[in-house]
């Protein structure tokens, strides 16, 4: 029998009830199965009032080329949390979308065009633009493409782009309404400028090296020639834009100094010396040179004592005119030529070892130059009080905890934010200059003339503002905002934001006081950090470094279910994984599991109708049901008990964030108590169609326990692993429609059976110890064995009355239950499950003078190993000097090695 949804043959191709494949291929399943749900519009989200609206807007991906692991991961959370709020029957809605990327796309198209010998310059501004916008075409697309290979359920309707019309049109307006509060300003400041990209950076942007440095010491001879005073630097070639030498006011070293004159080396100016706090007595002679234009803390001191700022480094990293001599010169060049002067003059006493940071362009890597230059800012002190009054009060929540002071450090800490960057790809600033009388025009449309004098001479400012400043209006902007639109009443403020703990200042900081400024709310209540995804070796997934992975690699191999749920088993809130293929593996083997098991379950449901038992179990309706409840046996009360806890503590994660943890309880229960005990239970009963009309009414009972459980498990599953979920959902006898807009399963205080589940652990804990006394004799699973239990009280009582089951599962051909032991049983080997006492005679079962032969040389290799791991761990050189981590797996196999001996020493006791 072939199950075909109408106009979805396409889609589902000859998937039948009760009929899936014999091996998993999940290539052509989840193509098909992605298509099926965009045919359904299953994503889509329209307003609806009367739900509760679930919402998460994606951070956008750059569009500089494909995805890495570390999106997967961060798409993948967002997933899970999507589909299971939608189940739950929230309004659900995630916005999807890709961001313009400022620097690192005009970057990643220049170094395009250098391949064809070209730069920006030799095609013009309008020319370039066009080849980015074809740059964004291409890989914006391949973007959204692999997102939905991955599986995500996002709106696609509602995809938006930062630099789409709507969000433009939000630029604009924020910047205008800023710069009339006072809030945006143009002004002269010490800027991060990489000389590569020629464009300044924010502090964000800056990426800080320890790297091995010198420290020269100079000496300033005094303008009355009577002596010098040194100062120590790192950046000799700076001292040709000196202006002054500072000292620590109370640094009595240099009492008489402050007011006098000296003559700078080189350039030949007279210069101060200055008091100063910032001057530290502990570094170098306590003496510092001051260059205002070349320092952010020389720039406080020029502006606290009125200081010129002489620029001697040009934007393109070499000196300039004011460097006289060395003008056009490398300013690396220039250091040796500088220092070699001062050398030949004797004004050099020395150069000592200096390590310190330095500041790299995150993109290029080039070191950067702070620049005294004119620049775009936003007042940040009004917009950052708000901000942080929304965290302390509890309006926004950060998951983990632990970040909540990050932020507000930061915060509290924060400094003007440069916005203008001298790109051309990106939104333009708002500005306008005109030539013929110095208006400057800020307005939200491009203006024809002046609105001053009324003349056309006008130019446009040619700075682009900072790919950040679109990215911090995202909650709102994609949702309409200038407009009032249904979307933004009902949608906003957004449910929660997943992000990587790597952008919290960069973009979530960013978001909160922009929210706060044009919505007066904040734009998410919850901020869910996750870690980096780490290669085996623990350095970061980056496309920049070359270590990044295309997650298509892996879907093409595994799947995308498989990829997912290796990324969120073992994730925990805030902390980084490393990926490992074998992980992979491990994910691939599980989905297999799942699905030899329900196929399985569809092979013994061939003559199965779920109508004709009305509700037998209490289901999502809320029935209590009057079918064959009273003959559920003990497995099937206790698979039912499992998956009601199961379902209530799945929930308990998800609320928590705790994804990783729900995906393990759902790993260990599937395959460790589904799949390994129950479906093993049942096959005796699912076996006897042919028996009378008891063993008929219990294969029915088994039937209808094993659908609904299924059922179940694929719901709380589906988050996790869609495709394979909707899949097997598709061929399920009583199904239809998408099992994602299923109601998610709820616990029911009515299917929680403690007496099962307690007598079922017994059973299970005498298997499990039944099979590792046949293993540690290599009894292979097809011979039977005798087992001799002595048992009191419930626990006789309980395998009394599963006896059945036990010979089933631990594979014996004769169970005796006795109250004492009695030498019956002959020679043995014995372990205790709980209370219960387990015997397997080994007389004729195994040859007892090899078995003592062998265990006696396995004891002798186990004494040998715990001795040499003793000796390493008694080295003091291998405990403080090799990794934490060898050693503390040391001290794991030492207590390996001590089990084994105990364990082999009681059998050789046992068999003596």
Not at 325 to 343: F, I, M, P, Q, T
Not at 468 to 474: D, P, V
Not at 513 to 531: D, S
Request: charged share 25%; proline share 5%.
């Amino acid at each position: 029998m072939f199950y075909v949804k109408m106009g979805l043959v396409s889609c589902l191709e000859a998937i039948g009830k009760s009929d899936i494949p014999s091996v998993y291929n999940p290539h052509k399943l989840e193509r098909n199965i992605y298509q099926f749900w965009l045919q359904g519009n299953y994503f889509h989200a329209e307003v609806e009032k009367d739900k509760t609206p679930f919402c998460i807007v994606i951070p956008p991906p750059n569009v500089t080329g494909s995805l890495h692991i570390g999106h997967a991961l961060d798409n993948s959370l967002q997933d899970i949390l999507i589909r299971w709020r939608r189940m739950q029957g929230y309004n659900t809605l995630w916005v999807p979308g890709t961001d313009h990327a400022g620097i690192a796309t005009q970057v990643k198209v220049e170094a395009d065009l250098a391949k064809e010998g070209l730069s920006r310059y030799d095609l013009g501004r309008e020319r370039f633009l066009e080849r980015v916008w074809a740059w964004k075409r291409k890989y914006g697309g391949q973007i959204i493409s692999q997102l939905q290979r991955l599986g995500a359920s996002c709106d696609w309707q509602r995809e938006r782009f930062t630099m789409d019309e709507g969000c433009s049109r939000a630029v604009r307006e924020v910047f205008v309404r800023l710069y009339e509060k006072g809030l945006i300003y143009q002004g002269e400041y010490i800027i991060n400028w990489c000389p590569r990209c020629k464009t300044s950076l924010s502090d964000l942007e800056v990426e800080h090296k320890d790297e091995r440095g010198a420290l020269y010491y100079i000496r300033y001879p005094f303008k009355d020639g009577e002596g010098a005073i040194t100062v120590a630097t790192t950046r000799p070639e700076t001292m040709l834009g000196d202006v002054a030498i500072a000292v620590n006011p109370h640094d009595e070293r240099y009492a008489g100094y402050v007011g006098r004159t000296v003559i700078l080396p080189i350039i030949g100016r007279e210069i101060p010396i200055i008091a100063d706090e910032y001057a530290d007595p502990q570094f170098g002679t306590g003496a510092v040179k001051v260059t205002p234009a070349h320092d952010p803390n020389d720039f406080e001191m020029g502006m606290r004592h009125k200081l010129p700022s002489i620029t001697v480094i040009g934007e393109d990293g070499t000196m300039t005119a004011a460097a006289q001599k060395y003008a056009g010169l490398d300013r690396y060049k220039c250091r040796e030529a500088v220092v070699a002067e001062l050398k030949e003059k004797g004004l050099l006493v020395k150069v000592e070892d200096h390590d310190h940071a330095v500041g790299h362009c995150q993109r290029c890597h080039t070191a950067v130059e702070p620049l005294l230059s004119k620049q775009w800012f936003v007042r940040m002190k009004p917009l950052a009080e708000p901000a942080i009054r929304a965290v302390e009060e509890g309006r926004i929540r950060f998951i983990p905890e632990r970040f909540t002071k990050i932020y507000l450090n930061w915060m509290e800490n924060v400094h003007d934010w440069c916005i203008s960057r001298q790109l051309w790809w990106g939104h333009r600033i708002p500005v306008w200059y005109c030539r013929d009388c110095g208006e400057v025009i800020v307005s939200r449309v491009d203006p024809e003339s002046c609105t001053r004098c009324a003349g056309s001479n006008i130019e446009q400012d040619p700075d682009v503002l900072d790919t950040w400043f679109s990215s911090a209006l995202w909650p709102f902007s994609t949702l309409g905002w200038p407009d009032d639109t249904p979307e933004l009443r009902h949608f906003y403020p957004t449910s929660v934001l997943v992000t990587a703990y790597d952008i919290i200042f960069f973009w979530v900081a960013r978001m909160i006081f922009m929210g706060l400024e044009f919505m007066k709310e904040v734009p998410f209540r919850e901020v869910f950090i996750h870690g980096l995804v780490r290669n085996p070796e623990g350095r970061k997934m980056s496309k920049s470094l070359g270590t990044g992975v295309d997650p298509l690699d892996f879907i093409d191999q595994y799947g995308a279910d498989t990829l997912r749920f290796t990324l969120v088993t073992g994730n925990t809130p805030g902390n980084d994984m490393r990926f490992r293929d074998e992980r992979v593996e491990a994910s691939r083997n599980f989905a297999n599991k799942i699905w030899n098991a329900s196929r399985f379950v569809m092979m013994n449901l061939h003559d199965f109708d779920p109508r004709d038992f009305a509700a037998v179990i209490p289901g999502d309706d809320g029935s209590s049901g009057n079918g064959p409840n009273s003959d559920l046996q003990l497995p099937d009360r206790w698979i039912l008990s499992r998956v009601n806890g199961v379902a209530r503590e799945v929930t308990r994660f998800l609320e928590k964030y705790e994804i990783g943890e729900a995906a393990r309880l759902l790993y260990d229960f599937i395959w460790g108590e589904f799949c390994d005990w129950y479906v093993e239970l049942v096959k005796p009963r699912l076996y006897s169609s042919e028996g009378g009309e008891e063993e008929k009414r219990s294969r029915r009972v088994a039937q209808y326990v094993l659908w609904y459980s299924l059922q179940q498990i694929l719901k709380l599953l589906h988050p996790f692993m869609p495709f394979i979920t909707e899949g097997i959902w598709q061929a399920l006898p009583g199904t239809e429609g998408s099992i994602m807009v299923k109601p998610w399963p709820r616990y029911d205080e009515r299917l929680n059976d403690g007496d099962a589940e307690a007598r079922m652990g017994l059973i299970m804990e005498v298997v499990r110890s039944t099979r590792n006394l046949r293993a540690e004799l290599n009894i292979t699973p097809q011979s039977k064995i005798r087992a001799v239990m002595i048992a009191h009280g419930e626990s006789r009582e309980v395998l009394e009355a599963n006896s059945g089951y036990v010979s089933h599962l631990a594979g014996l051909s004769e169970l005796v239950l006795a109250e004492e032991r009695s030498g019956h049983h002959g020679k043995a080997i014995s372990a205790i499950a709980k209370d219960v006492e387990i015997f397997v005679p080994v007389e004729g079962l195994i040859d007892v003078e090899r078995e003592v032969e062998r265990l006696r040389s396995d004891l002798s290799a186990a004494q040998e190993a715990r001795a040499a791991s003793e000796m390493k761990l008694r080295n003091p050189n291998f405990v403080t000097r090799a990794n934490p981590d060898v050693v503390e797996r040391e001290r794991v196999r030492l207590a390996e090695y001590s089990e084994r001996i105990e364990r082999l020493e009681k059998r050789l006791r046992e068999l003596s």
